[in-house]
């Protein structure tokens, strides 16, 4: 019973963070699955469009426009990478700079009122579980997108 209703469960945290965040961020005009990119460009200024797909695990045409949407509300730019000009890189403005906080407080303020109802031990376990799962997880879907690549 726990085993098959897991992907249940996350599936309807994700889902009604969705729901959360969405509202929360939509008067700083961004939206829930964008918040992914703005922690990762933040974190890395000159991620490669190719590197954010995976990190992200979508695909390069769903990280194409998303980032269109981003620029079109400055707050990434574009740039060719210099020795190899099929590749993208992706740095934040200072507009997404100072977005940062406010989508960090959201992600906060969200695992902070998921978790109230369980003891600090309780918080500690279910997180290193699921690190644990999602490790493995992560480990399946590379697997398929090089198994993907190698087909095409």
């Known amino acids: 019973q726990t085993m098959n209703g897991i992907m249940k469960y996350i599936n309807r945290i994700h889902r009604m963070g969705g729901v959360v965040y969405n ?39 769903n990280v194409t426009r998303q980032l269109a949407a981003l620029e079109e509300k400055a707050l990434i730019t574009r740039k060719q990478d210099e020795q190899d000009r099929r590749i993208w890189r992706v740095y934040p403005t200072q507009t997404m700079q100072e977005l940062l906080p406010c989508v960090r407080k959201v992600m906060r303020e969200w695992n902070e009122y998921i978790l109230a109802p369980l003891s600090e031990q309780e918080q500690q376990t279910l997180i290193a579980l699921l690190e644990k799962v999602s490790e493995r997880a992560n480990l399946a879907a590379q697997e398929t997108l090089s198994g993907r690549e190698k087909q095409a």
């Open 23 to 61: 509202s929360k961020l939509r008067d700083y005009g961004i939206a829930q699955c964008q918040h992914p990119y703005i922690l990762l460009i933040c974190r890395e200024p000159g991620i490669s469009q190719e590197k954010l797909a995976k990190e992200i695990c979508v695909n390069k045409s």
